[in-house]
């Protein structure tokens, strides 16, 4: 079997669904090799590898599928996704990536036990990266590392799954935007929400009770999923928020919500960032 | 006094500045929770953590708090290297003395919901 991709994949729902039919088409097949033609994409968004990776991952993992994919596809027309480590990450070659242009937020995986590996990351790669530099107040960093560390507490506490969370960005100097998405593989907002508050029964309504501050911690109070402040910092500049758990592709649009039904579901939560200045 | 208090470095308990994880939180709860329960004063001693979240107060200091809210002046919060760590203890022990506290930042986001 072989899936084409083609055209462009961008960080938005059309992008997003791009990768569900690829998901969805591949999840039919078990023990098979199954090949990836990257020949007719002409843009492809780095952040997106991190969904792409999940996928392809778990595709391995549950269907015991074989993924193939032609390397020089990906050199010739998305190079980026040999600059960011998409394709070590692979051949399982622990190969460190060093991307030259300095576009890109390294894709990674980390587990829960990898605590301190992914503030370094959240630091390092992603905070301190030259496209972020200067544009971010401290007291704006502080709040932007508090609420992924938040989601990465989250992930540990709720997604329900070993897998790990999978992160990666892109910086795009002309366009003057940086991308960054982080994905977990887990249940998803509304299996633990639902539980705690019955009236909840729709993703939508879960991602709009997760992000107005709530949160499923066990114990006796309430805690915060890390999201309400990444929102407040979009509102304030203009920037993205996208948060994408179940059916429902839940959009910040800078000035206001969108939300949309999908039709397809994939596991877990996605939740995109995009800068703008 | 103070220095008769027990105390529990968090720095200690969980191997790593970084206290992000409720897990880690709920180490600390875990090794707080007699000497709250007994009605004894104690110190948690953030001295040497350079991150915090909400998620590791909530499990470690809203727990204890929870277990014990009449007698929560008995935990004493030391080391706290970053001004607005202090304001998040608060929201802490706070929500955990009154679930349904609503703060400013969430009043703020529900009017964006319905605007």
Redesign the interface.
Known sequence: MEYTFSGELKTDLVGFKKLMHLYHIISRYKGSTLKLNFGNVNFFDANMSAILLAMLQKLEMDNKNKIVIDYDQIDANCDILRRNGFISHMQKNGEQVHDQRKSTVPLKTFK?TQ??DF?TYIEKDFLNHRGLDGHLSERVI?KI??SY??I???V??HSETSRPLYTCGQYYPTKREFKFTVVDVGVGFLTNISKKNKAISTYEAAI?WA???N?T????????T?L?NI??YC?ASKGEFHIISGDCYWRFTGT??EKNTMIKYFCGTTVHLIFRY | MQQNKPSISVLEAIGTPNAILHSFGMTVYDSAKVVVQENKPIIIDFNGVRNLTSAFLHASVGNLVSLNPANSNLITITGLSNPQWEEKVKDAIALALDPKKRDAIEYEINKLFSE
């Open positions: 829960a605590a301190d503030v502080d590392k508090e560390l938040e990465f507490s989250n540990e506490l709009d992000i107005q501050g949160s911690k066990k114990g006796k109070t309430k805690g915060g890390g309400i929102l407040k509102r206001e919500i």
